[in-house]
T-cell receptor, first 112, second 112 residues
Framework: DTAVSQTPKYLVTQMGNDKSIKCEQN?????MYWYKQDSKKFLKIMFS???????INETVPNRFSPKSPDKAHLNLHINSLELGDSAVYFC???????????FGEGSRLTVL | DAKTTQPPSMDCAEGRAANLPCNHS???????VYWYRQIHSQGPQYIIH???NNETNEMASLIITEDRKSSTLILPHATLRDTAVYYC?????????????FGGGTRVLVKP
């Protein structure tokens, strides 16, 4: 069983569209994260949720809205997609706020 | 969080030990040293972390200098599957939230 799973793995869309990436973890962790890896391969944290409560929000445009329906899921919705949003988005989870992170396989978003 | 400096790349012979250095001269007392790696097209994978003492697990050993300004990750017997980008990260106390900031990392190529 995949511990942290993301869907879709690949997403190609036009500028201006709205899209969502879903993430689920079956590890029983309390904390989930979204990271963005750009073309230069730098990984940057975007959001972190602990038990459905937002605890980290790193100056991400309002077009990005995370939603955590329960502690096993953290979805990322992006409105009005821009070219610069093209990246690989990684979901992760951890046992506690400071525990080791378990990452998903990533979702590659390409905005045309 | 303290910044880290790693060599951009290094080669290693299969079966030999790989020693990956990391400088973190501005590390503060409550910051941990974490190591993750990212194999091509996969999500980052946790390797090991430590505060002051040297640490060892089934994957690697972490040697932290007494002044904590640098550390070395040791892969005791490198295999071809260890080819990856290795990230050294310094992050605040575990209780403060796991806001890991990934830098450029070291691209390790294990050669037969």
């Amino acid at each position: 069983d995949t511990a942290v799973s993301q869907t879709p793995k690949y997403l190609v869309t036009q500028m201006g569209n709205d899209k969502s990436i879903k993430c689920e973890q079956n590890l029983g962790h309390d904390t989930m994260y979204w990271y963005k890896q750009d073309s230069k391969k730098f990984l940057k944290i975007m959001f972190s949720y602990n038990n459905k409560e937002l605890i980290i929000n790193e100056t991400v445009p309002n077009r990005f809205s995370p939603k955590s329906p329960d502690k096993a899921h953290l979805n990322l919705h992006i409105n009005s997609l821009e070219l610069g949003d093209s990246a690989v988005y990684f979901c992760a989870s951890s046992q506690a706020r400071g525990g080791e992170l378990f990452f998903g396989e990533g979702s590659r978003l390409t905005v045309l | 969080d303290a910044k880290t400096t790693q060599p951009p790349s290094m080669d290693c012979a299969e079966g030999r030990a790989a020693n990956l250095p990391c400088n973190h001269s501005t590390i503060s007392g409550n910051e941990y040293v974490y190591w993750y790696r990212q194999i091509h097209s996969q999500g980052p994978q946790y390797i090991i972390h430590g505060l002051k003492n040297n640490e060892t697990n089934e994957m690697a050993s972490l040697i932290i200098t007494e002044d904590r300004k640098s550390s070395t990750l040791i892969l005791p017997h490198a295999t071809l599957r260890d080819t990856a980008v290795y990230y050294c990260i310094v992050s605040r106390s575990k209780a403060a939230g796991n806001k890991l900031t990934f830098g450029g990392g070291t691209r390790v190529l294990v050669k037969p």
